[in-house]
């Protein structure tokens, strides 16, 4: 069983930075992507960003191109998402996700069959 844990989330002031983490675990972890996703209130979960475990190709959101950045650390199963420059649109519930189901960089939800939780971002104007 996979489980994934995310930290890192918070209230700022928009300009801010906040880098997220997510930690891995379970005793086969091979996933083929891990991504972050952000839902905010009254709309529906939207993609932000993905990497391919094994190659760390990227792919991210044209919204947030050029403001945030994923990366992985395979030997810690975790994975981040620097953001910059937030602005208080980015204000969301961010969630992990991991697929061991499509390989490459999947950027759907129904790509990904394990979610973490789920960590707060909260800009401010």
């Known amino acids: 069983q996979v489980q994934l844990v995310e930290s890192g989330g918070g209230l700022v002031q928009a300009g801010d930075s906040l880098r997220l983490s997510c930690a891995a675990s379970?005793?086969?972890?091979?996933?083929?992507?891990m991504g972050w996703f952000r839902q905010a209130p009254g709309k529906e979960r939207e993609f932000v960003a993905t990497i391919s475990w094994s190659g760390g190709v990227t792919s991210s959101a044209p919204s947030v191109k050029g403001r945030f950045t994923i990366s992985r650390d395979n030997a810690k199963n975790t994975v981040y998402l620097q953001m910059n420059s937030l602005k208080p649109e980015d204000t969301a519930v961010y969630s992990c996700a991991a697929s061991t189901v499509v390989p490459g960089t999947p950027r759907l939800v129904s790509q990904y069959n394990y979610w973490g939780q789920g960590t707060q971002v909260t800009v401010s104007s």
């Open positions: 379970g005793r086969t972890f091979r996933p083929y992507a």
